[in-house]
């Protein structure tokens, strides 16, 4: 599979795991859900072969875990992973950094997801 393959692929992937929580009722950031992405398949717990090919299965299983954790709302590592996407859209090519709350943090994503 060349990378421009793998790429659309994975632009499928955020795109159903956006429509998807957007349909149990979560507006989410592409952003948002391209870090979630990344987080399920490199967590070993969900055991995906990130150097091998992903089946339809794999997929879906992806997409379906991506779309629980989004939908937690009260689960810590969604808030953390919000941070995440914060500091490094504003802060990771800054000296200087700042505390952010994670109040902050949502009312940015919506903004850039809006403008996207």
């Keep these: 599979m060349s990378s421009d393959q793998a790429w659309n692929v994975v632009k499928k992937i955020i795109r159903e795991i ?4 957007t349909i149990q009722g979560q507006t989410v950031s592409e952003i948002l859900v391209a870090f979630m992405v990344k987080a399920v398949a490199l967590d ?3 055991d995906f072969k990130v150097d091998q090919i992903l089946t339809k299965e794999d997929v879906q299983n992806i997409i379906q875990l991506c779309v629980t954790r ?3 709302t009260t689960n810590p590592s969604l808030s953390t992973i919000k941070m995440q996407v ?3 859209m504003n802060y990771a090519n800054r000296g200087n950094f700042k505390y952010v709350s994670i109040e902050e943090v949502d009312a940015e994503l919506k ?3 809006l403008s996207l």
């Design 86 to 88: 914060y500091f490094d």
């Design 70 to 72: 989004l939908l937690d």
């Design 111 to 113: 903004i850039q997801y």
């Design 44 to 46: 070993p717990r969900n």
């Design 18 to 21: 956006g429509q998807e929580c």
